[in-house]
């Protein structure tokens, strides 16, 4: 099997591996304990934290775990807006049209219990206008939330730019980076965001100054943000994984983005220049292909070539092939689309891999047309 499909989820690298193996047996404690065990849990916890704000440029105050990306986003932005819905206001939030579930999700649940929301546009090769963000904004708006980079094309998306229109007129910014970090830098300064969601285990990045409140009720836990017990294991691998792409990200991204380049290459050679490339004149993920194959629908390439793990740009809905919220967002032709297919390589990938995936997914395309 050759993986690409390295933005749905990815293989566990073995310094992270290691990193969380102690914490399958001996290291059972609760972190909220006031005993030996606990306190090992507890230190390893916090020693995690102090990684993930090193790889975001924070401190660790700044850092709250979560389950996953999806609570990290629905914290952000339901934690900040429902208090002024229970208050009696109609806050405005602002979201693109590139934006995951995990942000439309909770956006849409705001509307439905009066908020205002707007939904900025993005251009044909997937990347949103911070004019049209600048034009959306009014006196009610209480949040604007634009992801970093797309899960889907890998563009990157002009977060600091935002920031500064939306900071001119005290708006706070989240950004939704669970696809960016460990793959660009993603130091919350520079972006010039307030809130910051990543994935792993999930954590989130909450500015000095901004007020949320917690979803779930409980205990104190994350300073009261995210009660329960936590999950010591996973958010030691959370850490390791950060340290890991401190280290290694400029040298990785690098790597990669040959290898996307590669991949390409051999594939226009095979399909000739009637393949296209979505966000191909934006500045992109180092690690995501995502191309147009001429002629051929990508899911029937795909069950051609069985041993190649990738996805494709059409979403299945009441037995119809429709394009993606992302691809129709940028006007791609359902035709077009229908024959996306996205490619995501990783740390894990190799030279031969790539060489082998393109000449089974150039042989298979022959045979289909």
Same mark, same amino acid.
């Given at each position: 099997?050759?993986?690409?499909?390295?933005?749905?989820?990815?293989?566990?690298?073995?310094?992270?591996?290691?990193?969380?193996?102690?914490?399958?047996?001996?290291?059972?404690?609760?972190?909220?304990?006031?005993?030996?065990?606990?306190?090992?849990?507890?230190?390893?916890?916090?020693?995690?934290?102090?990684?993930?704000?090193?790889?975001?440029?924070?401190?660790?105050?700044?850092?709250?775990?979560?389950?996953?990306?999806?609570?990290?986003?629905?914290?952000?932005?339901?934690?900040?807006?429902?208090?002024?819905?229970?208050?009696?206001?109609?806050?405005?939030?602002?979201?693109? &049209?590139?934006?995951?579930?995990? +942000?439309?999700?909770?956006?849409?649940? =705001?509307?439905?219990?009066?908020? @205002? !929301? #707007?939904? *900025?546009?993005?251009?044909?090769?997937?990347?949103?206008?911070?004019?049209?963000?600048?034009?959306?904004?009014?006196?009610?708006?209480?949040?604007?939330?634009?992801?970093?980079?797309?899960?889907?094309?890998?563009?990157?998306?002009?977060?600091?730019?935002?920031?500064?229109?939306?900071?001119?007129?005290?708006?706070?910014?989240?950004?939704?980076? &669970?696809?960016?970090?460990?793959? +660009?830098?993603?130091?919350?300064?520079? =972006?010039?965001?307030?809130?910051? @969601? !990543? #994935?792993? *285990?999930?954590?989130?990045?909450?500015?000095?100054?901004?007020?949320?409140?917690?979803?779930?009720?409980?205990?104190?836990?994350?300073?009261?943000?995210?009660?329960?017990?936590?999950?010591?294991?996973?958010?030691?691998?959370?850490?390791?994984?950060?340290?890991?792409?401190?280290?290694?990200?400029?040298?990785?991204?690098?790597?990669?983005?040959?290898?996307?380049?590669?991949?390409?290459?051999?594939?226009?050679?095979?399909?000739?220049?009637?393949?296209?490339?979505?966000?191909?004149?934006?500045?992109?993920?180092?690690?995501?292909?995502?191309?147009?194959?001429?002629?051929?629908?990508?899911?029937?390439?795909?069950?051609?070539?069985?041993?190649?793990?990738?996805?494709?740009?059409?979403?299945?809905?009441?037995?119809?092939?429709?394009?993606?919220?992302?691809?129709?967002?940028?006007?791609?032709?359902?035709?077009?689309?229908?024959?996306?297919?996205?490619?995501?390589?990783?740390?894990?990938?190799?030279?031969?891999?790539?060489?082998?995936?393109?000449?089974?997914?150039?042989?298979?395309?022959?045979?289909?047309?």
């Amino acid at each position: 099997m050759i993986y690409l499909d390295y933005n749905a989820t990815t293989p566990i690298a073995p310094q992270v591996r290691e990193a969380m193996l102690p914490f399958l047996a001996e290291h059972f404690g609760n972190p909220s304990s006031n005993h030996a065990f606990g306190r090992i849990a507890h230190d390893a916890m916090e020693h995690a934290r102090c990684q993930v704000a090193d790889l975001c440029g924070t401190v660790s105050e700044q850092i709250l775990f979560t389950s996953g990306g999806t609570e990290s986003n629905n914290l952000a932005i339901l934690g900040l807006l429902l208090p002024r819905v229970h208050r009696g206001e109609k806050p405005h939030l602002v979201i693109s &049209a590139l934006e995951h579930p995990a +942000v439309t999700a909770p956006a849409r649940y =705001l509307e439905s219990l009066g908020c @205002s !929301l #707007t939904i *900025v546009p993005c251009n044909s090769q997937g990347v949103v206008n911070v004019e049209d963000v600048a034009a959306s904004l009014r006196p009610e708006t209480a949040l604007v939330s634009i992801m970093h980079a797309n899960n889907e094309i890998g563009t990157l998306q002009p977060v600091r730019r935002i920031a500064s229109v939306c900071h001119r007129r005290c708006i706070p910014v989240h950004t939704d980076a &669970a696809q960016s970090v460990g793959k +660009v830098p993603t130091m919350v300064d520079e =972006l010039g965001v307030d809130l910051l @969601s !990543l #994935t792993g *285990v999930g954590a989130l990045f909450v500015r000095r100054g901004i007020h949320l409140e917690p979803l779930l009720r409980g205990a104190q836990q994350e300073r009261g943000l995210r009660p329960g017990t936590e999950n010591v294991m996973q958010i030691v691998a959370l850490g390791a994984a950060a340290a890991l792409a401190r280290q290694e990200m400029t040298s990785a991204s690098r790597r990669m983005a040959i290898l996307r380049d590669r991949l390409l290459t051999l594939l226009e050679l095979a399909m000739g220049f009637s393949l296209s490339v979505n966000g191909v004149n934006e500045e992109r993920l180092p690690n995501t292909l995502s191309v147009n194959i001429p002629m051929v629908p990508s899911a029937i390439l795909l069950a051609e070539c069985r041993d190649i793990c990738a996805s494709t740009g059409a979403a299945c809905h009441s037995g119809e092939n429709l394009p993606s919220q992302c691809l129709a967002a940028m006007g791609l032709d359902p035709r077009i689309a229908e024959g996306t297919l996205r490619l995501s390589v990783g740390w894990n990938t190799t030279e031969t891999e790539i060489e082998t995936a393109a000449n089974k997914m150039a042989a298979a395309w022959k045979s289909l047309c």
